[in-house]
């Protein structure tokens, strides 16, 4: 599941993957607009929309845009809770999550980081085979949720898998690593 979040829309995608074959489940917004200027009942709606896709589609991941640092602090710290309360909702249901900065995204979808969202938008068009979407501006945030979940299918191979970060997986993978049972000597205190 690939989320770009947001505190008007915030984009989200369902991607299935079978080899190296990958199927849109779905994709499209939670918009919030209508909900005011109230950042808490957003934040609520993120949380409870969040839940009902985890539970409707059973995600073994989320991949998450991590958010930029732009000038405004009021908006960042804004962008920041909506992220948290989107992955908290993931982690209420022990799914694991990776986060990628917008360039890294941008890079692995197009081939540039400096793409805009109408050049990812174009470029998953091709890529997955998607029809063209009627409206456009409101499906952009969509389409960078899909362009977040591509990219973590990208990534497999690079990163570790997402919630596999343990010391006993470590030992696993790493038998000669390990130093096993040593004897320790205490030194000598001078006198």
Known sequence: MGVDPGTQIMGYAVIEVRGQHVKVLQYDVINMKALGTNHAVKLKRI????LEL????????????APFYGVNVQSMLKLGRAQGVAIAACLSRDIPF?????????????????????QVARML???LELPPIEEAP???????????ALCHHYQQGNNVKAGSKSWGKFLEDNPGRTL????????????
Do not use: C, H, N
């Open 47 to 50: 949380f409870t929309r969040m």
């Open 138 to 148: 409101k499906f952009l945030d969509a389409t960078d949720a899909l362009a977040v």
């Open 125 to 127: 068009r091709q890529t």
């Open 98 to 118: 990776v986060e990628y900065a917008p360039t890294k995204v941008k890079q692995a979808v197009t081939g540039s980081g400096s793409a805009d969202k109408e």
């Open 54 to 65: 985890i539970d409707e589609f059973l995600p073994d991941e989320l991949a998450i845009e």
């Open 180 to 191: 096993g049972t040593t004897t320790v000597k205490k030194a000598a205190r001078p006198k």
